[in-house]
């Protein structure tokens, strides 16, 4: 995110030792605003329906790309109710909340993914959001090397653990 100006005062930002490390500040003598740039919570949803996993396809994103159902949280929501919120407009699904899969730092998007593992029932819907959807057996889902995938590697591992008991 390219920021030149303050957005409190209008003021020229400038790069500057900041609480132990170099961060974007106000120029002002008078402001204090610096641009901490944390990173930002995402829920992600690995959603099962019958027992196949649910992926989606988001508009723009290039072919054959699927993805988990994610999103921001609205301001006042737990996590676990943001996640079941993005099912249901997604997917148009109700969902539980089955567990937590964990908790993944993706640094290239300077954000912190929460993944869960819900169980969904109804028929889909597909939301304004997504270009398409498939159903995949867990056998067949193959975990991708980024931001969510490290989800699905965990989830899929657990899995195989709890099926051997
Ligand atoms: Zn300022």
Known sequence: ???NF??????????????????LGCTSETCEYVFWDNPTPVVAAI???K????LVRNH???KKMFGLVTGFLEKGETPEQ?????????????GNIEGLVGHYSFFEMNQLILAFHVKAEGDITIGD???EIKLISP???RPWSFGTGFAIKDWLENRQTENAK
């Open 129 to 131: 959001e997504l270009a």
């Open 47 to 49: 959603t099962e329906l």
């Open 6 to 23: 303050c957005p409190w005062c209008g003021e020229e930002l400038a790069t500057d030792q900041i609480d132990r490390r170099p961060r």
């Open 1 to 3: 995110m390219e920021m």
């Open 51 to 54: 027992g196949n996993v649910v």
């Open 82 to 94: 943001g996640v079941l919120r993005e099912v249901n407009e997604e997917l148009g699904l109700n």
């Open 60 to 62: 723009g994103w290039r």
């Open 139 to 141: 056998e067949k889902l």
